[in-house]
């Protein structure tokens, strides 16, 4: 096999088989077939499987979920084990072959602030005389 270069996109093609080359522009250069040995990972985000790049970064694997969940990826938080990732490339935060990641959402939590009562003055004024007498 061969790979013919047709406006900068290689394409495989047999000794046998010609290409209809009248209106494609060929580069007269003709390069042996590197086959393209990027190793990509599978990753798992809640059992669903992500193909990705371990050189990709935490972002665009955060993208690839949006893409798949159609949860903004402002939102989500994907955890290993104890630890969140935040930024970087996923090789760098460890991760590795068939690895299980957890999505969470990120939401806003706490506790409701609480408001004092309203008392009407005669009623703390009374109280307080009571208090007065108490003593």
């Known amino acids: 096999e061969e ?3 047709f ?3 290689r394409r495989r093609c047999a000794q046998n088989l010609l290409y209809d080359l009248d209106t494609v522009d060929l ?3 003709v390069l042996p077939y590197k086959p393209h040995t990027q190793a990509n990972m599978q990753l798992f985000v809640n059992s ?3 193909e990705v790049d371990p050189s990709a970064s935490v972002e665009s694997l955060k993208l690839m979920v949006e ?3 159609f949860v903004p990826a402002q939102q989500l938080n994907l955890v290993v084990g104890s630890k969140t990732l935040e930024a970087g490339t996923l090789e760098g935060n460890g991760l590795e072959e068939d690895d299980a990641l957890e ?3 990120a939401v806003d939590a706490g506790m409701r602030k609480k408001w ?3 008392r009407m003055r005669r009623l703390r004024r009374k109280r307080r005389k009571m208090r007065q007498r108490a003593r």
């Open 116 to 118: 004092k009562k309203k």
């Open 27 to 29: 580069i007269n250069q």
């Open 103 to 105: 999505m969470r959402l």
């Open 7 to 9: 406006r900068n996109k």
């Open 48 to 50: 669903v499987a992500y």
């Open 67 to 69: 893409n798949q969940e």
């Open 3 to 5: 790979v013919r270069v």
